[in-house]
Antibody, heavy 123, light 112 residues
Framework: QVQLQQSGPGLVKPSQTLSLTCAIS??????????WYWIRQSPSRGLEWLGR?????????DYAVSVKSRITINPDTSKNQFSLQLNSVTPEDTAVYYC?????????????WGQGTLVTVSS | DIVMTQTPLSLSVTPGQPASISCKSS???????????LYWYLQKPGQSPQLLIY???SRFSGVPDRFSGSGSGTDFTLKISRVEAEDVGIYYC?????????FGGGTKVEIK
């Protein structure tokens, strides 16, 4: 059974970088059948997919258009985890951030979620 | 992007009574392999979403059989045959056909 454990600060200042990490147990970030997502949730935007990283003989990333210029999702195979970096944050980036696993290809089925991290952007 | 539209916004249900939630997608979720990538999630208060139904009608591991999904193409329904107190929360449909993944706005289910 896969478990995802999130870590990272809950408060970030405007214009700075939001950084979160998701540690994986029970699966591998390098799995050829899984993909690893970041999703956020806020009252104004609902559930919003931010992006993913996955390995299919090489690494791939996809990002939401709304954050594409500011986001990076990186796998860390040595620690079996993946990370989210969101640059130049504003108060509109305040949300609960989730990491998640998609265990199907094709068909993006999210079967496991992290516990969520409330990130507040404020000075 | 595929737009997912859920109705109603909220439901108040007497325990033991049925409930039904509708989800419509802006384009067909049928893939070339014959599968339809429509999912249902429940987010209980204070928790992360949890998978209930995948590919329209398949119950995920451990999901009670009072939950069922149906539909095709662009129109889908989640039904709870007999609502229990533990079913309270917000239900979301999600399409897994194309990036970006998109979710419905949610249906809040509460107990009368």
């Amino acid at each position: 059974q896969v478990q995802l454990q999130q870590s990272g600060p809950g408060l970030v200042k405007p214009s700075q970088t939001l950084s979160l990490t998701c540690a994986i147990s029970g699966d591998s970030v390098s799995s050829n059948s899984a993909a690893w997502y970041w999703i956020r949730q806020s009252p104004s935007r609902g559930l919003e997919w931010l992006g993913r990283t996955y390995y299919r003989s090489k690494w791939y990333n996809d990002y939401a258009v709304s954050v594409k210029s500011r986001i990076t999702i990186n796998p860390d195979t040595s620690k079996n985890q993946f990370s989210l970096q969101l640059n130049s944050v504003t108060p509109e980036d305040t949300a609960v951030y989730y990491c998640a696993r998609d265990d199907k290809d094709p068909g993006m089925r999210i079967d496991s979620w992290g516990q969520g991290t409330l990130v507040t952007v404020s000075s | 992007d595929i737009v997912m539209t859920q109705t109603p916004l909220s439901l108040s249900v007497t325990p033991g009574q049925p409930a039904s939630i509708s989800c419509k997608s802006s384009q067909s979720l049928l893939y070339s392999n014959g599968e339809t990538y429509l999912y249902w999630y429940l987010q209980k208060p204070g928790q992360s979403p949890q998978l209930l139904i995948y590919e329209v009608s398949s119950r995920f591991s451990g999901v009670p059989d009072r939950f069922s999904g149906s539909g095709s193409g662009t129109d889908f329904t989640l039904k709870i045959s007999r609502v229990e107190a533990e079913d309270v929360g917000i239900y979301y449909c999600m399409q897994g056909l194309h990036v970006p993944l998109t979710f419905g706005g949610g249906t809040k289910v509460e107990i009368k």
